[in-house]
T-cell receptor, first 119, second 114 residues
Framework: AQTVTQSQPEMSVQEAETVTLSCTYD???????LFWYKQPPSRQMILVIR??????QNATENRFSVNFQKAAKSFSLKISDSQLGDTAMYFC????????????????FGKGTKLSVKP | DGGITQSPKYLFRKEGQNVTLSCEQN?????MYWYRQDPGQGLRLIYY???????QKGDIAEGYSVSREKKESFPLTVTSAQKNPTAFYLC?????????????FGQGTRLTVV
């Protein structure tokens, strides 16, 4: 079974600085997707960034980037120029890809990291 | 507008009652999911479905039941067998392959036992 581990329950960062959130996962699959989701106090889940396992290039979305180390099964999120609006819970998630059958499509989450951005 | 809709937003249940949470999507997604979130906790998978008329148990399926009679709909029933049902419930849907795979979430249902 796949597992996702976020080892940092809480983190804080000063506004405008950079912070990195850690995530490791365990799988024997070769075709999968990794995600970072943000959950602000409204509790709406918002996709921050996505990485396809077959892509070697790290995904970037504006101030958000990932460090995807497939062999190490590591998927960390870097937030640059942190803003007050980045304050939220951040969840790392894993999804098996592929065709119907078995555990394909199973989407599992880590326990989350609570990020506080301080002015 | 395409999206995923959960209803109701707030739900109160008396002990011993079954209640059903609704989840509808018009995104033509194959897969749908139900998660439970307790205060300050992550998302725990209750059930998921990859295709109509089929679904699989997640990590905490006991005391819950689902159906998937239509592609668009994946209702969750919280039965009286669920001893601690007070929680926030999130429904999601996705494709599970392709370039733009991601999960879209509803706004959640807050269930409280009274």
């Amino acid at each position: 079974a796949q597992t996702v581990t976020q080892s940092q329950p809480e983190m804080s960062v000063q506004e405008a600085e950079t912070v990195t959130l850690s995530c490791t996962y365990d799988t024997s699959e070769n075709n999968y997707y990794l995600f970072w989701y943000k959950q602000p106090p409204s509790r709406q889940m918002i996709l921050v960034i996505r990485q396809e396992a077959y892509k070697q290039q790290n995904a970037t979305e504006n101030r958000f980037s990932v460090n995807f180390q497939k062999a190490a099964k590591s998927f960390s999120l870097k937030i640059s120029d942190s803003q007050l609006g980045d304050t939220a819970m951040y969840f790392c998630a894993f999804m098996n890809g592929g065709n119907y059958g078995g555990s394909q499509g199973n989407l599992i989450f880590g326990k989350g990291t609570k990020l506080s951005v301080k002015p | 507008d395409g999206g995923i809709t959960q209803s109701p937003k707030y739900l109160f249940r008396k002990e011993g009652q079954n209640v059903t949470l609704s989840c509808e999507q018009n995104l033509n997604h194959d897969a749908m999911y139900w998660y439970r979130q307790d205060p300050g906790q992550g998302l725990r998978l209750i059930y998921y479905s990859q295709i109509v008329n089929d679904f699989q148990k997640g990590d905490i399926a006991e005391g819950y039941s689902v159906s998937r009679e239509k592609k668009e709909s994946f209702p969750l029933t919280v039965t009286s067998a669920q001893k601690n049902p007070t929680a926030f419930y999130l429904c999601a849907s996705s494709h599970y392959q392709g370039m733009n795979t991601e999960a879209f979430f509803g706004q959640g249902t807050r269930l409280t036992v009274v």
